[in-house]
């Protein structure tokens, strides 16, 4: 069975920091793996998805990588703002029978203005 | 505005109680999910369906059910609430399987008292 692992499970820097999100899975055999943003009552957005055969996707100052053989993923906010304050929720999808997402537990941001 | 809706966004049961939480998309999306969200804890699937009048039971399915006889529509019902049934549920569609391109609604908090 697939489990997310997310580290820390809370974060606060100081704005302008930059920083590095943590997410491990235990079984490599995953189809992709995304990066959502959650606020506080709202849905998650979906930040950037990595497909298996990649290792690394940028959107402006987020850039993710995934080391599938080693079951590793990181998240890197550059230049963080107040902004980015949210809960970040890692999420891989297997190429198993089980083809559904398997969501981490989130690391909650908050950068101090 | 495009997208998912959930109704109602929050809600107080009494235990034993029964209610149905509304999801409704206008993206002609086959795929629809229902996630639960416990306190410090990623998303749990309880059900999913890949389109109309067809189901499938997710992680934690007990006390659940679904219907899904639109495309649009899928509702999720709890029958005889629990305590532990509190949590936050999230609704979500995609057009199709693969792990990308999901739209998730705002959520219904829900606690059993």
């Known amino acids: 069975k697939q489990e997310v692992t997310q580290i820390p499970a809370a974060l606060s820097v100081p704005e302008g920091e930059n920083l590095v999100l943590n997410c491990s899975f235990t079984d490599s055999a995953i189809y992709n793996l995304q990066w959502f943003r959650q606020d506080p009552g709202k849905g998650l957005t979906s930040l950037l998805l990595i497909q298996s055969s990649q290792r690394e996707q940028t959107s402006g100052r987020l850039n993710a990588s995934l080391d599938k053989s080693s079951g590793r993923s990181t998240l890197y906010i550059a230049a963080s703002q107040p902004g980015d304050s949210a809960t970040y929720l890692c999420?891989?999808?297997?190429?198993?029978?089980?083809?559904?997402?398997?969501f981490g537990s989130g690391t909650q941001l908050t950068v101090l203005p | 505005n495009a997208g998912v809706t959930q109704t109602p966004k929050f809600r107080i049961l009494k235990i034993g109680q029964s209610m149905t939480l509304q999801c409704a998309q206008d993206?002609?999306?086959?795929?629809m999910y229902w996630y639960r969200q416990d306190p410090g804890m990623g998303l749990k699937l309880i059900y999913y369906?890949?389109?109309?009048?067809?189901?499938d039971k997710g992680e934690v399915p007990n006390g659940y059910n679904v219907s899904r006889s639109t495309t649009e529509d899928f509702p999720l019902r709890l029958e005889l609430a629990a305590p532990s049934q509190t949590s936050v549920y999230f609704c979500?569609?995609?057009?199709?399987?693969?792990?990308?391109?999901?739209?998730f609604g705002s959520g219904t908090r829900l606690t059993v008292v």
């Open positions: 979500a569609s995609s057009h199709g399987t693969g792990g990308h391109g999901y739209t």
């Open positions: 999420a891989v999808f297997s190429s198993g029978s089980a083809r559904q997402l398997t």
């Open positions: 369906s890949v389109g109309a009048g067809i189901t």
């Open positions: 993206m002609n999306h086959n795929y």
